[in-house]
Protein backbone atom coordinates (compact mmCIF):
# COMPACT_ATOMS: atom_id res chain seq x y z
CA UNK A 1 0.00 0.00 0.00
CA UNK A 2 1.63 3.56 -0.85
CA UNK A 3 2.77 5.79 2.22
CA UNK A 4 -0.25 8.18 0.90
CA UNK A 5 -3.23 5.98 0.88
CA UNK A 6 -4.75 5.47 4.10
CA UNK A 7 -5.46 2.02 5.86
CA UNK A 8 -8.53 0.99 5.90
CA UNK A 9 -10.48 1.49 9.18
CA UNK A 10 -10.87 -2.09 11.17
CA UNK A 11 -13.72 -3.84 11.12
CA UNK A 12 -15.20 -4.30 14.36
CA UNK A 13 -17.79 -6.18 16.18
CA UNK A 14 -19.00 -5.71 19.75
CA UNK A 15 -20.65 -8.59 21.74
CA UNK A 16 -22.63 -8.23 24.76
CA UNK A 17 -24.35 -10.72 26.83
CA UNK A 18 -27.62 -8.01 26.78
CA UNK A 19 -28.94 -9.15 29.93
CA UNK A 20 -28.76 -5.94 32.80
CA UNK A 21 -30.52 -4.20 30.08
CA UNK A 22 -33.44 -6.45 29.87
CA UNK A 23 -33.75 -7.39 33.38
CA UNK A 24 -32.28 -3.89 35.83
CA UNK A 25 -34.12 -1.10 34.97
CA UNK A 26 -31.31 0.89 36.75
CA UNK A 27 -28.89 -0.48 33.62
CA UNK A 28 -31.24 0.23 31.02
CA UNK A 29 -31.42 3.86 32.27
CA UNK A 30 -28.50 4.02 31.94
CA UNK A 31 -28.03 1.97 28.67
CA UNK A 32 -31.32 2.61 26.68
CA UNK A 33 -28.99 1.38 23.21
CA UNK A 34 -27.17 -1.44 25.29
CA UNK A 35 -24.27 -1.31 27.16
CA UNK A 36 -23.13 -2.39 23.39
CA UNK A 37 -24.79 0.43 22.12
CA UNK A 38 -22.44 2.79 24.27
CA UNK A 39 -19.62 0.98 23.05
CA UNK A 40 -20.08 0.75 19.65
CA UNK A 41 -21.28 4.30 19.42
CA UNK A 42 -17.58 6.20 19.38
CA UNK A 43 -16.22 3.45 17.40
CA UNK A 44 -18.84 4.60 14.61
CA UNK A 45 -18.08 8.50 15.23
CA UNK A 46 -14.72 7.64 14.40
CA UNK A 47 -15.73 5.95 11.44
CA UNK A 48 -15.37 2.52 12.38
CA UNK A 49 -17.51 -0.13 10.52
CA UNK A 50 -19.03 -1.54 13.75
CA UNK A 51 -21.66 -4.24 13.86
CA UNK A 52 -23.44 -5.54 17.06
CA UNK A 53 -23.66 -9.45 18.62
CA UNK A 54 -25.19 -10.80 21.32
CA UNK A 55 -25.86 -14.02 23.44
CA UNK A 56 -28.70 -14.26 22.23
CA UNK A 57 -28.59 -14.62 18.87
CA UNK A 58 -27.78 -18.05 16.60
CA UNK A 59 -24.10 -18.81 17.93
CA UNK A 60 -24.23 -16.03 20.32
CA UNK A 61 -24.33 -13.44 17.01
CA UNK A 62 -20.80 -15.03 16.31
CA UNK A 63 -20.67 -17.14 13.16
CA UNK A 64 -17.98 -17.93 11.07
CA UNK A 65 -18.95 -15.66 8.44
CA UNK A 66 -19.46 -12.79 11.03
CA UNK A 67 -15.66 -13.95 12.62
CA UNK A 68 -14.03 -13.54 9.12
CA UNK A 69 -15.74 -10.39 8.38
CA UNK A 70 -14.33 -8.79 11.85
CA UNK A 71 -10.80 -7.69 12.40
CA UNK A 72 -11.62 -6.80 15.83
CA UNK A 73 -13.92 -8.10 18.23
CA UNK A 74 -15.20 -6.25 21.44
CA UNK A 75 -16.17 -8.32 24.44
CA UNK A 76 -18.55 -7.43 27.31
CA UNK A 77 -20.04 -9.86 29.31
CA UNK A 78 -20.42 -10.14 33.71
CA UNK A 79 -23.28 -12.44 34.19
CA UNK A 80 -23.94 -15.16 31.62
CA UNK A 81 -20.19 -16.40 31.54
CA UNK A 82 -20.68 -20.17 31.86
CA UNK A 83 -24.52 -20.20 29.12
CA UNK A 84 -21.39 -19.45 26.33
CA UNK A 85 -20.69 -21.82 24.28
CA UNK A 86 -17.82 -24.12 24.17
CA UNK A 87 -17.89 -24.29 20.25
CA UNK A 88 -18.61 -20.71 19.89
CA UNK A 89 -15.35 -19.86 22.44
CA UNK A 90 -12.89 -22.11 20.31
CA UNK A 91 -14.14 -20.52 17.31
CA UNK A 92 -13.65 -17.25 18.66
CA UNK A 93 -10.38 -17.96 20.17
CA UNK A 94 -8.99 -19.74 16.63
CA UNK A 95 -9.40 -16.59 14.64
CA UNK A 96 -7.72 -14.65 17.90
CA UNK A 97 -4.71 -16.70 16.94
CA UNK A 98 -5.36 -16.06 13.52
CA UNK A 99 -5.17 -12.54 13.72
CA UNK A 100 -8.04 -11.08 14.83
CA UNK A 101 -7.79 -8.53 17.80
CA UNK A 102 -9.35 -8.77 20.76
CA UNK A 103 -10.29 -6.24 23.56
CA UNK A 104 -11.68 -7.78 26.33
CA UNK A 105 -13.98 -5.62 28.52
CA UNK A 106 -14.10 -5.12 32.69
CA UNK A 107 -15.83 -8.75 33.94
CA UNK A 108 -14.63 -10.33 30.77
CA UNK A 109 -11.77 -11.65 32.90
CA UNK A 110 -13.52 -14.39 33.60
CA UNK A 111 -15.40 -15.26 30.56
CA UNK A 112 -14.22 -18.57 29.26
CA UNK A 113 -12.62 -16.77 26.13
CA UNK A 114 -9.88 -15.20 28.24
CA UNK A 115 -9.33 -18.00 30.36
CA UNK A 116 -8.91 -19.90 27.60
CA UNK A 117 -6.29 -17.47 26.18
CA UNK A 118 -4.58 -16.80 29.46
CA UNK A 119 -4.12 -20.40 30.51
CA UNK A 120 -4.86 -18.90 34.17
CA UNK A 121 -8.06 -18.63 36.50
CA UNK A 122 -7.85 -14.53 35.89
CA UNK A 123 -9.38 -14.43 39.49
CA UNK A 124 -8.64 -10.72 41.10
CA UNK A 125 -10.34 -9.38 44.27
CA UNK A 126 -13.16 -7.27 44.57
CA UNK A 127 -15.54 -4.48 45.83
CA UNK A 128 -19.24 -3.07 44.61
CA UNK A 129 -19.11 0.25 46.26
CA UNK A 130 -19.27 2.75 43.55
CA UNK A 131 -16.35 4.84 44.86
CA UNK A 132 -13.33 7.15 42.73
CA UNK A 133 -11.04 4.88 40.44
CA UNK A 134 -7.91 7.04 39.18
CA UNK A 135 -6.26 5.42 36.22
CA UNK A 136 -2.36 6.20 35.92
CA UNK A 137 -1.42 5.85 31.96
CA UNK A 138 2.11 4.44 32.83
CA UNK A 139 2.92 3.70 29.07
CA UNK A 140 2.25 7.42 28.10
CA UNK A 141 3.99 6.50 24.13
CA UNK A 142 2.19 3.29 23.58
CA UNK A 143 -0.87 3.91 20.91
CA UNK A 144 -3.62 3.07 23.09
CA UNK A 145 -2.80 5.62 25.74
CA UNK A 146 -2.76 8.47 22.69
CA UNK A 147 -4.73 11.87 23.71
CA UNK A 148 -4.76 10.74 26.96
CA UNK A 149 -4.04 12.59 29.89
CA UNK A 150 -1.22 11.65 32.39
CA UNK A 151 -4.12 9.99 34.49
CA UNK A 152 -8.20 10.37 34.72
CA UNK A 153 -10.62 9.84 36.88
CA UNK A 154 -14.06 7.62 37.14
CA UNK A 155 -15.82 9.23 39.96
CA UNK A 156 -18.30 5.53 40.77
CA UNK A 157 -16.90 2.42 39.92
CA UNK A 158 -16.33 -1.35 41.56
CA UNK A 159 -13.45 -2.09 42.52
CA UNK A 160 -11.00 -4.34 41.35
CA UNK A 161 -7.60 -5.55 43.31
CA UNK A 162 -4.27 -7.15 42.93
CA UNK A 163 -3.85 -10.13 42.95
CA UNK A 164 -5.01 -10.45 39.23
CA UNK A 165 -3.96 -14.09 38.23
CA UNK A 166 -2.89 -13.27 34.86
CA UNK A 167 0.55 -14.43 33.03
CA UNK A 168 3.06 -11.33 33.13
CA UNK A 169 1.33 -8.60 30.52
CA UNK A 170 3.80 -8.04 27.09
CA UNK A 171 2.64 -4.27 27.90
CA UNK A 172 1.33 -2.43 30.92
CA UNK A 173 -0.53 1.04 29.86
CA UNK A 174 -2.45 1.88 32.87
CA UNK A 175 -2.56 1.31 36.19
CA UNK A 176 -5.69 1.55 38.34
CA UNK A 177 -6.09 3.10 41.99
CA UNK A 178 -8.96 3.10 43.93
CA UNK A 179 -10.56 5.26 47.33
CA UNK A 180 -10.57 1.87 49.19
CA UNK A 181 -7.11 1.36 48.48
CA UNK A 182 -6.42 -1.30 46.09
CA UNK A 183 -4.70 -1.11 43.33
CA UNK A 184 -4.73 -3.16 39.78
CA UNK A 185 -3.61 -3.59 36.64
CA UNK A 186 -6.08 -2.46 34.63
CA UNK A 187 -4.90 -2.29 30.86
CA UNK A 188 -3.03 -4.90 29.73
CA UNK A 189 -1.42 -6.64 26.49
CA UNK A 190 -0.85 -9.19 24.90
CA UNK A 191 0.09 -11.27 21.79
CA UNK A 192 -1.63 -14.90 21.19
CA UNK A 193 -0.25 -16.61 18.05
CA UNK A 194 -0.86 -13.65 15.41
CA UNK A 195 -3.71 -11.95 17.36
CA UNK A 196 -3.59 -9.40 19.65
CA UNK A 197 -5.16 -8.78 23.01
CA UNK A 198 -6.47 -5.66 25.02
CA UNK A 199 -7.67 -6.34 28.48
CA UNK A 200 -9.30 -2.99 29.87
CA UNK A 201 -10.68 -2.74 33.45
CA UNK A 202 -13.63 -0.56 33.80
CA UNK A 203 -17.08 -0.87 32.79
CA UNK A 204 -19.10 -1.83 35.38
CA UNK A 205 -22.87 -1.85 34.58
CA UNK A 206 -24.41 -0.03 36.92
CA UNK A 207 -22.11 2.88 36.64
CA UNK A 208 -22.09 5.20 33.21
CA UNK A 209 -18.45 4.57 32.02
CA UNK A 210 -18.84 3.66 28.87
CA UNK A 211 -20.23 7.67 28.36
CA UNK A 212 -16.91 8.69 29.72
CA UNK A 213 -14.82 10.56 27.39
CA UNK A 214 -11.52 9.56 28.20
CA UNK A 215 -12.71 5.51 28.49
CA UNK A 216 -14.35 6.13 24.91
CA UNK A 217 -11.06 7.11 23.58
CA UNK A 218 -9.36 4.05 25.47
CA UNK A 219 -12.05 1.65 23.29
CA UNK A 220 -11.27 3.59 19.93
CA UNK A 221 -7.78 3.73 20.04
CA UNK A 222 -7.51 -0.23 21.16
CA UNK A 223 -9.25 -1.06 18.31
CA UNK A 224 -6.99 0.89 16.01
CA UNK A 225 -4.28 -0.78 17.91
CA UNK A 226 -5.47 -4.46 18.20
CA UNK A 227 -6.33 -4.48 14.19
CA UNK A 228 -4.37 -6.92 12.31
CA UNK A 229 -3.08 -3.95 9.87
CA UNK A 230 -1.91 -6.34 6.73
CA UNK A 231 -1.01 -9.39 7.94
CA UNK A 232 -2.94 -12.46 6.11
CA UNK A 233 -5.56 -14.01 8.63
CA UNK A 234 -5.08 -17.68 8.85
CA UNK A 235 -5.03 -20.18 11.43
CA UNK A 236 -1.39 -21.42 12.79
CA UNK A 237 -0.82 -24.86 11.78
CA UNK A 238 2.01 -27.02 11.11
CA UNK A 239 3.74 -28.33 8.03
CA UNK A 240 5.47 -30.78 7.03
CA UNK A 241 9.06 -29.18 5.39
CA UNK A 242 11.69 -31.25 3.26
CA UNK A 243 15.36 -29.75 4.61
CA UNK A 244 16.76 -26.46 3.07
CA UNK A 245 20.07 -28.39 3.16
CA UNK A 246 21.35 -32.05 2.78
CA UNK A 247 25.00 -32.97 4.10
Known sequence: MSPDVAAPLPRVTVWNEYWYEKNVPEVARLYPDGI?????????DAGFPTRIATMDEAEHGLTDIVLRATDVLIWWAHKRHDDVSD???????AQVHAGMGLVMLHSGHFSKLFRLLMGTTCTLNWRVDGQRERLWVVAPHHPIAAGLPAHFELEREEAYGEVFEIPEPDELVFISWFKGGEVFRSGCCFTRSRGRIFYFRPGHETFPTFHDGNVRKVIVNAARWAAPGLIERRVPESVLVEPLEVF
Open 36 to 44: HGAIAQPLR
Open 87 to 93: AVVARVA
